[in-house]
């Protein structure tokens, strides 16, 4: 029996309560579903979904240049910085390895030995199934192409293809020499750079340029960005690209190569308008 552990909070705003939020249900859950596994003592695998921001926690912790990989961890996301999901999916993750640990040493330390797999995406892009646009990436990519975001903020940080999610998943259940955590990035794209990709398809004006960092900080301070920016965000992450490696999940879940984010977002626009996401004539 193989079990794939997916869900957790993702908001676009900071709610008045991230606690209860986002961080309990993150941690809860993953204690929920592991000690059903537990219980159960049929689990042979257990892949986890788990996040980028498990692996870092400003854009300036490292130097310009840097890439991240597997190894590392995000040690500085807290409540008090204003970084509820970065701080729930770090430590869902721990959780889930300590699991892990207990159940590898088995006897009397913990059930019969499952091991765990853990995948950190990037921001999942896509194709839409369901024809929804209330998920977190669905909201950004109409707002970006509608033109409803007249600004642009320059965060730049990993993506990813939803198919590409969906197949490393598959393959860290069915790949016995798959071990350990996975970073399934595309590539590391601002805003800017996504609405590139589509631009050519929009007849629209749309915005060619990022949002002054002045400017962020008037609309933080003055209330008028409301809460999808915080001031850590604002400090730490605007303007400074994070870059990761994608080449142990190449090498043992994805040989082919992830999918490019000219195809991600081009389908992901021709399914917004087969939805009616997004009218016709955009």
Known sequence: MYVIHTASPVPLEMPDDPYTAIVAPAVEGTKNVFDSINKAGTVKRVVLTSSI???????NEKPPGYVYTEEDWNTTSTLENNQAYSLSKTLAEKTAWEYAEKAK?????????WDLVAIQPGVVYGPSLSGREDGMSMTLFKNLVTGHQTGMVDLAWGMVDVRDVASVHVAALVNS?????????????SFQQILDTVRGRIRRRLPRYAVPKVVLWLGYYTGMAGKALAWEDIAYNVGKPVVFSNEKARKDLLPQGFIKPEKTFGDMYESFLKAGIVPEGN
């Not at 798959?178 to 595309?186: D, L, N, P, V």
Request: proline fraction near 3%; charge should be positive; aromatic fraction near 10%.
């Open 105 to 113: 040493a088995g006897g009397k330390e913990g059930p019969a030995a």
């Open 53 to 59: 921001r498990a692996v870092f926690g400003f854009g």
């Open 177 to 189: 020499k798959a071990q350990g955590r996975y970073i399934a990035t595309s590539a590391t794209l």
